[in-house]
């Protein structure tokens, strides 16, 4: 999806801005010790674009998620160095994902093991490529909490991979009550409404935003008529660690709020360090 700010989102680009009052002034603080996790969570969601077999750096794959009814891919698999469960899911390739990205119709989810409150509602887009694999997703991360009880839950992806990292989170830290998560949404657009982002904050994890300078697709659907809203901690770099700062709230505007973008910009396709889709499947 190459959708040029001057086209599709275009006149909507100022409007978070126009808003701007107190609740919107610059406070981000520099961060570099946080790149080298954003780093690693960008290369997998690199490889989740690759296809890659076997391995995706050093996460070993157990499961390729391939659902044909909805285009949903992505890799479930372990880290022995990290000691951490993995879901990567992958971001738009085919038509079929940018009419995800697109289909922001409103719709209460129902998913198994998630206790949604009354009023929280996300994305058609998001919610029928999710719940195709949600089932799928729980069973095989099930079955290596099993085989490693010691290690952590992890899941990222980046853009539409981003975005449904908002609700693979939500949807592991409810299934899996008491394990540790760390979720990493890397350029994602926001998915639900304020009950949505209330209750994905109020899970008991850690939910990060992961966001290129001058990327304009965190700034899609916060304004009117979609008022989507955010949830977790945003981080924001040009692609080095000394570049890389620690953002505060969801508008901080010395982060994605304030670069001026909207929509899907020349900044869409690195992340971290990594040029999205083009990073291979290990370090060598
Ligand atoms: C929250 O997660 C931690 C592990 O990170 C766990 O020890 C604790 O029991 C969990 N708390 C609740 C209320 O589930």
């Known amino acids: 999806m190459r959708v040029e700010q001057s086209t599709l989102f275009g006149a909507l680009a ?4 126009a808003l701007a009052g107190p609740l919107f002034q610059p406070r981000a ?16 969601s690199s490889a989740a674009y690759t296809g890659c077999i ?8 157990t499961k390729q998620i ?8 992505g890799f479930i698999g372990y880290s022995t160095s990290k000691q951490r469960i993995t879901v990567a899911m992958r971001g738009s390739t085919s038509a079929t994902d940018i009419a995800n990205d697109v289909d922001t119709t409103l719709v209460t989810p129902s998913l198994s093991g998630v206790n949604f409150p009354s009023g929280a509602q996300i994305m058609h887009g998001i919610y029928s490529p999710w719940s195709s694999v949600h089932d799928d997703v729980i069973s095989e991360v099930k079955s290596l909490v099993e085989k490693y009880p010691d290690y952590t839950l992890e899941s990222t992806g980046h853009s539409l991979g981003g975005s ?21 949404a890397h350029a994602a657009y926001p998915i639900g409404n304020e009950a949505f ?3 994905g904050a109020q899970q008991n994890g850690t939910l990060n935003r992961a966001n290129n300078a001058d ?15 955010h949830y977790g901690t945003e981080y924001y770099s040009s692609g080095t660690a000394a570049t890389t700062v620690k953002c505060s709230g969801e508008r901080d ?32």
């Not at 100022?14 to 801005?17: C, E, I, K, Q």
């Not at 603080?29 to 997998?44: I, K, M, N, P, W």
């Not at 609700?167 to 979720?183: D, E, H, T, W």
């Not at 965190?218 to 989507?228: A, L």
């Open 54 to 61: 076997g391995t995706a750096f050093d996460v070993t794959i």
């Open 14 to 17: 100022l409007s978070p801005l």
């Open 215 to 229: 990327d304009g697709v965190p700034n899609m659907y916060v304004m009117w008529p979609w008022d989507f809203v």
């Open 66 to 73: 391939n659902e044909l009814s909805t285009d949903t891919q």
């Open 29 to 44: 603080t520099a961060d570099s010790g946080a790149y080298d996790e954003f780093h690693r969570t960008a290369q997998l």
């Open 197 to 199: 982002a209330n209750f």
């Open 253 to 284: 505007t010395s982060c994605s709020a304030g670069n001026g973008q909207v929509g899907v910009t020349a900044g869409h396709f690195s992340n971290f360090g990594i040029q999205m889709g083009l990073a291979g499947c290990s370090s060598l």
């Open 164 to 184: 449904l990292t908002y609700i693979s989170y939500v949807a592991l830290a409810q299934n899996f009550p008491g394990k540790q998560i760390i979720s990493n």
